[in-house]
T-cell receptor
Framework: AQRVTQPEKLLSVFKGAPVELKCNYS??????LFWYVQYSRQRLQLLLR??SRESIKGFTADLNKGETSFHLKKPFAQEEDSAMYYC?????????????FGQGTILTVHP | NAGVMQNPRHLVRRRGQEARLRCSPV?????VYWYRQLPEEGLKFMVY????????ESGMPKERFSAEFPKEGPSILRIQQVVRGDSAAYFC????????????FGPGTRLTVL
């Protein structure tokens, strides 16, 4: 069965500092990986997905199949980036559409 | 576009009562997913439904829990004879198709069992 691990429950950085939210997964196939974000008082929303290979709000994430990781990075954090971030995996096949989530990382960006 | 709607937002039940959680997907979406978030944990998949069909219920507890998505009306997650361990946030998401599509999440229903 697939599993997603976000080792940091809490992450604090100062504005302008680089930030990296870690995500590791275990799955023997070729999954799709996602990052979802939940800002204060808002619903969970998609931030980015690995197949799009795009940068959203300055965030990027590269799928590293060798290390089974999908870390989320931003070179210069902003206060508005403070939120809960979830890494998620879609295993495909018969599980296509079913997301497996990590436990989430609360990012706080201090002024 | 109002997005995914869930109601009620908060639901309080006593042990042994029934809980009914409703989810109205984004207009035009025919795929609905239910997830549960227990305190201090991430979201856990429960069930995936397409109109009138259950596609994958591998995350549903075998007893007391059921889900439906009728041809007309919202998707319903039903929990019979609730216990304290059912206290959690229940999220619904919808998508226009299976996999490969962004899932749009509702605001969740927070169930508290006294």
């Amino acid at each position: 069965a697939q599993r997603v691990t976000q080792p940091e429950k809490l992450l604090s950085v100062f504005k302008g500092a680089p930030v990296e939210l870690k995500c590791n997964y275990s799955y023997s196939g070729s999954p799709e990986l996602f990052w979802y974000v939940q800002y204060s008082r808002q619903r969970l929303q998609l931030l980015l997905r690995h197949i799009s290979r795009e940068s959203i709000k300055g965030f990027t994430a590269d799928l590293n199949k060798g290390e089974t990781s999908f870390h989320l990075k931003k070179p210069f954090a902003q206060e508005e980036d403070s939120a809960m971030y979830y890494c998620a995996l879609d295993a495909g096949g018969t599980s296509y559409g079913k997301l497996t989530f990590g436990q989430g990382t609360i990012l706080t960006v201090h002024p | 576009n109002a997005g995914v709607m869930q109601n009620p937002r908060h639901l309080v039940r006593r042990r042994g009562q029934e809980a009914r959680l409703r989810c109205s997907p984004v207009k035009g979406h025919s795929h609905v997913y239910w997830y549960r978030q227990l305190p201090e944990e991430g979201l856990k998949f429960m069930v995936y439904l397409q109109k009138e069909n259950i596609i994958d219920e591998s995350g549903m507890p075998k007893e007391r829990f059921s889900a439906e998505f009728p041809k007309e009306g919202p998707s319903i997650l039903r929990i019979q004879q609730v216990v304290r361990g059912d206290s959690a946030a229940y999220f619904c998401a919808s998508s226009p198709g299976r996999g490969g599509h962004t899932q749009y999440f509702g605001p969740g229903t927070r169930l508290t069992v006294l």
